[in-house]
């Protein structure tokens, strides 16, 4: 069966580097999702994705996310200057229509 | 846009009893709705959905939900709970709307069982 597959499970960096987190959505699918939870709160909406744009994005995605989807299978999430609260795990989601299937995360540790 | 109030934060049941997990959704046509289960450290499971039709939908490991439209209400059960049901449990409401399929998700009820 297809799934979502995310790299890597686990990503510790300094605050203030660089990260971008990756994620393989099903091959058919044209929605892309990023969801974010941080330890022991809710899963919360990050952006989404059709057509090579977005299509909405949530208030904690300001101007240090970016998405991208840079060749037919992979779309990422950087985060250009990590803070001490970026630190969450971040779950991508992909959709052909209205249900959406989640890859396992990426937990990031910013210390 | 949509939102979802879970009102229990924390929830124990003793195992072998029944279950019920509140969900309430606010969205101004009808909803897409979900349940997933998170066990500790782990990714979303998909337990069950409601898209149309039947308002009372069967998922995996014996949970079922009933879509209620008067009381904007997407409540889980399941008649005898299990010590491995033991996680936390997400309520999550989506929409299609132009270009974007919108999800969002309540703020989780932890289950813990007794023995």
């Known amino acids: 069966e297809p799934e979502v597959t995310q790299t890597p499970s686990h990503q510790v960096t300094q605050m203030g580097q660089e990260v971008i987190l990756r994620c393989v959505p099903i091959?058919?699918?044209?929605?892309f999702y990023w969801y974010r939870q941080i330890l022991g709160q809710k899963v919360e909406f990050l952006v989404s994705?059709?057509?090579?744009?977005?299509?909405?994005k949530s208030e904690i995605f300001d101007d240090q996310f970016s998405v991208e989807r840079p060749d037919g299978s992979n779309f990422t999430l950087k985060i250009r200057s990590t803070k001490l609260e970026d630190s969450a795990m971040y779950f991508c989601a992909s959709s052909l229509q209205s249900e959406q299937f989640f890859g396992p995360g990426t937990r990031l540790t910013v210390l | 846009a949509q939102s979802v109030t879970q009102p229990d934060i924390h929830i124990t049941v003793s195992e072998g009893a029944s279950l019920e997990l509140r969900c309430n959704y606010s969205y101004g046509a009808t909803p897409y709705l979900f349940w997933y289960v998170q066990s500790p450290g782990q990714g979303l499971q998909l337990l069950l959905k409601?898209?149309?039709?039947?308002?009372l939908v069967q998922g995996i490991k014996g949970f079922e939900a009933e879509f209620k439209r008067s009381q904007s209400s997407f409540n889980l059960r399941k008649p005898s709970v299990h010590w491995s049901d033991a996680a936390e449990y997400f309520c999550?409401?989506?929409?299609?709307?132009?270009?974007?399929?919108?999800?969002?998700f309540g703020a989780g009820t932890r289950l813990t069982v007794k023995p």
């Open positions: 994705f059709y057509n090579n744009e977005i299509s909405e």
């Open positions: 091959s058919n699918h044209l929605y």
């Open positions: 409601y898209f149309s039709g039947d308002t």
């Open positions: 999550a409401v989506g929409a299609m709307v132009y270009n974007n399929n919108d999800m969002r």
